[in-house]
């Protein structure tokens, strides 16, 4: 039995996880199926940023970087504690070392690594995409060979997946990340960071089928959405919504003054009010099914060139329900199994960076105390 904690700082959200490691399956693979170490997660704590950055309208990497430097030691002790374990006896200590922000990098890097000299034991520098890719398997003693779709705020990516360390990028997006188009759309029409989730919840009472938007480079292995943001952009006048902070915050919130205040609304107001939401309703859903049938459609196709039997999808998009269901239900219709990660896995956090750890560790990998962070780490 052995335990590994992690660190994950690679942008707005601290996290530390620390997981136990038991009955080494090892030996060779059977078929496709390449066994792998059970796992039981101990710990997993992870302290969002997103207060700190929303009224900047972004991730300030100053800013990122501070807020980890004071929540990594708490969080680290808090781990610890729920795990039961003392620092000592953990048997390696692992951090995301890219891609991401070079400053917030360098914190949970350092920890790590200074854990690891001070203690003895092997520091494992794990990438943060192949923290997302392996997120699906989480806590499973098997990994099969898929084409597994990454998603997320930073990266849009589908890449064949032979085993550990063994990746070929099939495509990947030339402009906007699918969670950045998310964001960027949710400002637009007037919506919370982050956007993703903001727009899920606007999509379900939506029309999908109201506003004709764009699916690009449907017949390339790569990915676009800076167009489907800019025709969201031109729809906005034509419907009427003008983007107003103000506004948004309003009608949501349940206090008394509010309430009064819309009871003070004439009725002409309130129906405008009530055909602007529905609007935005159908135009987060419009925008919403637009992104799903782009990534369900590379997903499949990726699929049947590689000749996989299995899909998986992770990273922060792959919460969006709506995209799960629909990616399920193709992959039902053309034969294949599909895997997402549960929806906690899914956003960053420091959990699926030990599970990639333990499975690096299992192939005999360990990481040099000198290696340096890389902001623009790649994959393969
Ligand atoms: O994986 P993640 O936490 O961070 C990066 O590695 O980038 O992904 C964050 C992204 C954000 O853009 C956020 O808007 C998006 O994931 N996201 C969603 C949903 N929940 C988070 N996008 C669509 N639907 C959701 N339910
Ligand atoms: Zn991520």
């Not at 997320?152 to 906007?176: A, K, L, N, P, W």
């Not at 903001?198 to 990915?223: Q, V, W, Y």
């Amino acid at each position: 039995m052995k335990t590994i904690l992690a660190l994950e700082t690679s942008c707005d959200e601290t996290a530390v996880a620390i997981l136990s490691v038991g009955n080494c399956r090892s030996g060779p693979p059977v078929g496709r199926i390449s066994p792998v170490a059970n796992s039981e997660l101990l710990a997993s704590e992870v302290a969002s940023q997103f207060a700190e950055h929303e009224h900047f309208g972004g991730v300030v990497p100053e800013v990122a970087s501070r807020s980890h430097l004071l929540h990594a030691p708490r969080l680290l002790e808090r781990a610890t504690s729920a795990a039961k374990v003392d620092l000592p006896n953990v048997d390696a200590f692992a951090a995301t070392s890219g891609p991401g922000l070079a400053s917030s990098l360098m914190i949970g890097a350092s920890i790590a690594k200074g854990l690891a000299i001070g203690f003895g034991k092997p520091y494992l520098a794990i990438n943060h995409l192949e923290g997302h890719l392996f997120s699906p398997f989480f806590g499973e003693s098997e990994l099969k060979p898929n084409v597994a779709l990454i998603v997320s705020g930073g990266h849009t990516m589908s890449v064949f997946v032979r085993g550990v360390s063994d990746y070929e990028i099939i495509g990947r997006t030339v402009d906007d990340a699918a969670g950045e188009a998310f964001d960027k759309v949710a400002k637009l029409v007037g919506l919370g960071y982050p956007g993703g989730p903001e727009i899920e919840k606007h999509a379900r009472d939506g029309d999908s089928a109201r506003f004709d938007l764009p699916r690009s480079m449907l017949d390339s292995d790569n990915f676009s959405f800076s167009g489907l943001k800019t025709a969201v952009r031109y729809s906005l006048p034509k419907i009427g919504v003008i983007p107003n902070r103000g506004d948004r915050a309003g009608p949501r919130r349940s206090g008394g003054g509010t309430q009064a205040k819309l009871r003070n609304q004439s009725a002409g107001a309130r129906l405008l009010a009530s055909a602007r939401d529905e609007m935005v309703a159908d135009l987060c859903a419009s925008f919403q099914q637009a992104v799903i049938d782009v990534l369900v459609r590379k997903a499949i196709a990726a699929a049947r060139k590689y000749r996989v039997d299995l899909v998986t999808i992770s990273g922060g998009v792959s919460c969006n329900q709506e995209l799960r269901k629909q990616l399920l239900e193709a992959c039902e219709r053309g034969g294949f199994e599909f895997k997402s990660a549960e929806p906690w896995l899914c956003t960053d956090n420091a959990a699926m960076i030990a599970f990639a750890a333990m499975l690096q560790l299992h192939r005999g990998f360990q990481s040099s105390v000198t290696e340096e962070i890389d902001p623009n780490l790649a994959l393969a």
